[in-house]
């Protein structure tokens, strides 16, 4: 077992070397002089050429690419990105409260996810076909056809304004998580149910469960069973989708001014903060590559026959 | 088949979702009902953070400065007045003001406002000279001197008439309290917010809010509203559902001139009953600034002018703006001091933009629909601030009457500061900009034709340009008003021919405030709002 | 062929085909079916209701609603249906590629996949257009840098299932070429499981595309698209709400009837809800690999 978590986890490491390696072209490929850019942003009235080949070698960037490939990288694992260009502040020091705040938005997003599908596919399962289950797959299939900025609208109107019950935006109390929540889960519940679903009435016809009853198990222990079969096929894609919430709560933020890690990209990009969008990107992708790593090590360990694999 | 019914039910469940949505907007809130009988205090939104309130530096947020920070006078209606100094004495050379100080001033921190605190803020400005090239005050200043514990004394190398409405302004000439001094600079960072004002900066989460509380010991009298709170939120729906409901009450147009929801989008508040919509006289003039130093096709003054005929200023001031804003035809308005000069009024006239365009040997190729020469195409980048719908609209109405002429416009939109970094860098053929307003016009406009964090870019490429420069260096340092009135003339006639600001309409501050709150005004600048006059019914 | 007829009998999919099928002729024919130019900007009728003349009224410029939904499918649906075509072949060639060849150049072509695949659905969109500027051609060209390495998988783990059966071996030494050898007997193995994660994959694009013009990242004034014209109707939402309905009916119909395709494909691919437990995580990945939703 831990052979097989070591072996695992080592794996990521070259492929994180990839990912920061491109993270770090990111900024070559820009079209901005990246000293340029520097010396407007600290606010340089008279930017001549001699004052740009100086901030030129103060950054370091006359030294050939995989040197400064190197010291990047050295100081992106310290967590130092740099300046922005827009605020000449450090990267990290906007990065990383919003980090914390798109990770608790996709954590409590992620639990709901989790427990809607789970609710929501032995729903459905257990009355395979009946009136409930069409209109809750009908239900859903709407609303994750629908773009989640139009739900939100709609859902802001009308929770917050027209009943007042909770807060327009922000991520000031417990209350704002809940329409920024209820907006991603529905996304994401609406499409993850279905396998549960699927899989627990795939479950339900299997040989097992005929022995089981012609045992005498009640039939809650059987679907405790089945769900517990069905529930191991889940859990790798649940462990999928933190990492890609975290990276898809864009619009989400935007329309609920929730200060997180969407808002800050879409802020970079719209203001040219190049050391704002290559940190962004290095980081989530990283996270993404630590989290399938971390989520197949659990699977291994909840399911010895997958080991194999590797 | 299971298909058919999950249609009917998704069918089902979109009507009633929409029979939901389509009864009417808007309703009363419960929010205010409950903020009876508590302190009323204002929640203004903006679409940009406060960021670093350093007061000699540019980045942080000038209403929230403004609040915090106090300068030696202050441009009024009627003149220059007193603030932080109760007089001060001119010598008869023009090159050194005595300041005599209002006793009995302390900073937030409790420290002593005196002549001192004075002589290192200045120096400590002085210190960063370069990043304060944009205001020509920086230049002439020579030395500061505290003669005695409230008396201070500024030497200037010559003569210099706007000196007292520089010092003036919004920044870099404020007070900071001396112990906020890293180093005994300002320049690289401050320690502290400790101004003078009538508010002080109680708490602050970057990219959320800030909260500004009255400071009970202002020399000015504490003021009545005693806690501010400044919300991060984007401009559009979200600021206008967070003001229906109550979570804010307050917005203004903000230093970029955009304002938090449009124009029908105020009204409609209005109309609700619960809040006023005051609008300042016409402060600014919103323009576009042409780059004539760039190596595209905006650099033939003909395109420029062809361009200033394709704007139909009636329609975005009437329509667009619904009235809110009227049309401009020159730089700077006929009020504006010195600018009451004939200047050729150019209408919205698209056959002339067009033979204008033929002439300068711009031609239509066999079914093209842009116009070509020298096997180039007039294509144009126009650059607006992705926050501000009104720019998006004009932007969008100026295309299509542009595409009519064979010019074609692509339009960008990014963040003010994006926007604003172009300008200075030049890497851009248009962009909407706007003047910096009453206090500042057009003395501190037409100095910042010549800087590079400002304008030098947009005017470099005219015709004449030397000589434009040399007359903006010489208008400041004459005393005699009839040269002046001659110079601004010449420099702003220049700068009309040649066409590289093209003004779009007047532009005035508008304030979206509670019903039951008084004592809402402006100031003569666009940058402040005076928050210690207004107080709650 | 048993598939496509089993896929053709269910009633509902052949809607949602026939409902696709209309929206790309309508979105392709758009010039001939438009009633006025999309851009033609007439202020004197700004938030015009709907009329005779304007059947789904005026936006905030005075343009024709309906002419603007018509050439707005063009991006939002024709160029979005491009980029997965694109991304699904050079996917499948990839795939093959690595699949048959095997060895050496089959753990390097995965690796490359890894590394794509590491960059979860919008940060490499931000991160491109972070780089290159904003603009739907720069949406798309992100959307295929990411996407082909998942259609490369699914090609590769699929050839190599079938590459060392037994009449591919026959057909070998009977001295069929490699190329023929892929597209008679790999390919049709390929194609239903490719079917239904670009079907999927196509409908969640489609709603990231619309999300990102939303944000004013995508395509860019005075086009016409989708998610462009939520964002505008977005400015006057409480006072002129039947502006957000059109477009956003049409994003709604859309991808529901994508969707609904994608699911009768799969369907038709496996219908059989309880096949062996070896199918199952496959399937559940299947699913959702085009899932990622905006």
């Not at chain 1, 000293?35 to 004052?51: D, F, I, K, R, Y």
């Not at chain 2, 600018?339 to 050729?344: H, K, N, Q, R, Y």
Request: net charge neutral; with cysteine.
């Amino acid at each position: 077992m831990i052979r097989y978590a070591a072996r695992r986890l080592l794996t990521a490491v070259p492929l994180l070397l990839v990912i920061s390696f491109l993270a770090f072209l990111l900024q070559q490929l820009a079209p901005v002089d990246p000293a340029e850019a520097v010396l407007h942003a600290q606010g340089v009235p008279q930017v001549t050429s001699e004052l740009i080949a100086q901030k030129k070698a103060e950054l370091g960037l006359d030294r050939p690419l995989l040197r400064q490939y190197a010291s990047w990288l050295a100081s992106s694992v310290q967590l130092d990105f740099g300046l922005s260009y827009v605020t000449g502040k450090p990267v990290w020091s906007l990065l990383g409260p919003a980090f914390m705040h798109t990770l608790q938005l996709t954590a409590v997003s992620a639990a709901a996810i989790i427990l809607l599908s789970v609710a929501l596919g032995v729903y459905c399962a257990l009355r395979e076909d009946a009136w409930p289950d069409r209109a809750t797959r009908g239900a859903a299939f709407l609303l994750t056809a629908m773009p989640p900025y139009w739900l939100a609208a709609w859902l802001v109107w009308l929770f917050s304004v027209k009943l007042d019950l909770l807060p327009t935006s922000g991520m000031d109390s417990a209350a704002s998580f809940v329409l920024p929540t209820a907006v991603l889960a529905v996304g994401y519940a609406g499409v993850y149910f279905r396998v549960i679903r699927s899989s627990m009435i795939a479950g339900r016809n299997e040989d097992y469960v005929l022995y089981g009853r012609a045992n005498g198990l009640t039939e809650r222990a059987i679907t405790r069973r089945v769900l517990a079969n069905s529930l191991q096929v889940a859990v790798p894609m649940f462990g999928m989708a933190v990492p890609i919430l975290l990276g898809s709560t864009v619009v989400v933020e935007n329309v609920f001014a929730w200060p997180g890690l969407g808002n800050l990209s879409v802020k970079a990009i719209l203001g040219r903060d190049y050391p704002v969008i290559q940190a962004f990107v290095l980081l989530l992708a990283s996270s993404f590559v630590v989290f399938n790593a971390v989520s197949e090590v659990l699977s291994g360990l909840l399911n010895p026959r997958l080991r194999k694999d590797l | 088949m299971k298909h058919s019914r999950n249609a009917l039910s998704a069918i089902f469940i979109l009507f009633l979702i929409f029979a939901s949505g389509c009864s009417g907007s808007g309703n009363e809130p419960a929010a205010e009902a409950a903020k009876q009988g508590q302190a009323r205090e204002i929640i203004y939104a903006s679409s940009k953070d406060i960021n670093d309130m350093n007061p000699h530096l540019y980045s942080g947020s000038m209403p929230a400065q403004g609040m915090i920070y106090e300068s030696l006078v202050e441009k009024t209606e009627d003149g220059i007045k007193p603030l932080l100094a109760e007089s001060w004495d001119i010598s008869e050379d023009g090159m050194s003001y005595t300041f005599h100080l209002r006793h009995g001033v302390t900073f937030h921190d409790g420290s002593p406002f005196n002549a001192e605190a004075v002589k290192v803020n200045i120096d400590a400005v002085q210190a960063n000279a370069e990043r304060h090239a944009w205001i020509k005050l920086s230049t002439k200043i020579k030395e500061v001197r505290a003669t005695d514990e409230y008396t201070v004394q500024l030497l200037l190398d010559e003569p210099y008439y706007p000196t007292l409405l520089e010092l003036s302004m919004t920044r870099p000439y404020v007070f900071l309290s001396p112990k906020d001094f890293i180093n005994g600079q300002t320049k690289d960072g401050v320690a502290g917010y400790d101004g003078t004002g009538p508010y002080r900066l109680a708490d602050q989460k970057p990219e959320q809010y800030a909260v500004f509380e009255a400071n009970e010991s202002y020399w000015g009298g504490a003021p009545q509203v005693k806690r501010i709170t400044a919300k991060v939120l984007p401009s559009g729906e979200t600021t206008l559902l967070a003001l229906q409901k109550g979570e804010v009450n307050f917005i203004f147009t903000d230093d970029r001139g955009a304002d938090g929801v449009d124009v029908e989008a105020m009204q409609s508040l209005v109309d609700s009953g619960r809040y006023q919509l005051l609008r300042s006289k016409p402060m600014n003039t919103k323009m576009i600034a042409a780059n004539s130093s760039s190596t595209g096709p905006v650099h033939e003054r003909a395109v420029r002018l062809a361009l200033w005929h394709a704007v139909d200023r009636e329609t975005i001031a009437g329509q667009i703006l619904h009235g809110a804003e009227s049309p401009a035809d020159s730089l700077f308005s006929g009020n504006v001091e010195y600018a009451d000069i004939p200047l050729a009024k150019r209408g919205y006239d698209l056959k002339h933009a067009a033979e204008l365009l033929e002439d300068a040997g711009w031609k239509l190729e066999n079914g093209g629909e842009t116009r070509v020469k020298n096997g180039r195409q007039l294509a144009l980048k126009l650059y607006y601030d992705a926050a501000s719908s009104s720019q998006k609209t004009e932007a969008e109405l100026i295309q299509s009457a542009a595409k009519t002429i064979g010019m074609k416009l692509e339009l960008i939109g990014e963040q003010s500061s994006s926007v604003a970094a172009r300008r200075a860098s030049g890497d851009y053929d248009l962009l909407f900009n706007q003047t910096w307003g009453l206090a500042y016009d057009p003395q501190s406009t037409v100095s910042a034709f010549t800087a590079e964090s400002s304008y030098a870019r947009t005017t470099g490429g005219i015709e004449g340009v030397e000589e434009l420069y040399a007359k903006i260096g010489k208008v400041t340092g004459t005393r005699d008003e009839e040269k002046r009135k001659a110079l601004y003339k010449e420099i702003l006639t220049t700068v009309h021919d040649e066409a590289v600001f093209i003004p779009i309409t007047h532009g005035s501050m508008a304030v979206l405030a509670p019903n039951d709150l008084e004592g809402v005004a402006f100031k003569q600048t666009q940058f402040e709002l005076p928050f210690e006059l207004m107080h709650f019914k | 062929m048993k598939r496509i007829s089993r896929l053709l009998s269910d009633r509902l999919a052949l809607l949602s085909l026939a409902v696709l099928a209309a929206i790309a002729a309508a979105g392709m024919l758009a010039p001939w079916l438009a009633p006025h130019p999309p851009d033609e900007v007439n202020m004197a009728l700004r938030y015009g209701p709907w009329s005779l003349h304007y059947l789904l009224g005026n936006d905030q410029l005075g343009r024709c609603v309906l002419s603007r939904i018509l050439y707005g499918i063009r991006p939002s649906v024709l160029l979005v249906l491009a980029a997965v075509l694109a991304s699904v072949l050079i996917g499948a060639a990839v795939g093959m590629a690595a699949g048959y060849a095997g060895g050496r150049t089959d753990a390097l072509l995965m690796r490359l996949c890894d590394v794509m695949l590491s960059f979860p659905g919008y940060v490499m969109t931000l991160a491109v257009i972070g780089v290159l500027g904003v603009g739907l051609q720069n949406i798309l060209l992100a959307f295929i840098l990411m996407k082909w390495a998942w259609f490369a998988r699914i090609v590769r783990s699929s050839v190599r299932q079938i590459a060392d059966a037994d009449y591919v071996r026959f057909a070998r030494t009977l001295g069929t070429g490699s190329l023929a050898i892929l597209f008679r007997h790999i390919l049709p193995v390929c194609v239903p499981e490719l079917a239904v994660v670009a079907s999927s994959s196509f409908g969640s694009t489609l709603l990231q595309v619309s999300g990102l013009s939303f944000l004013g990242l995508g395509i860019q004034a005075p086009q016409a698209e989708w998610g462009m014209m939520l964002s505008e109707a977005r400015q006057s939402m409480f006072s002129r709400p039947e502006l957000m309905l059109a477009p956003g009916l049409m994003i709604v119909l859309t991808v529901s009837a994508v969707n609904f395709l994608s699911d009768a494909m799969q369907q038709a691919v496996d219908p059989q809800a309880g096949s062996s437990k070896r199918h199952q995580p496959e399937r559940a990945e299947a699913a959702l690999i085009g899932r990622e939703v905006a």
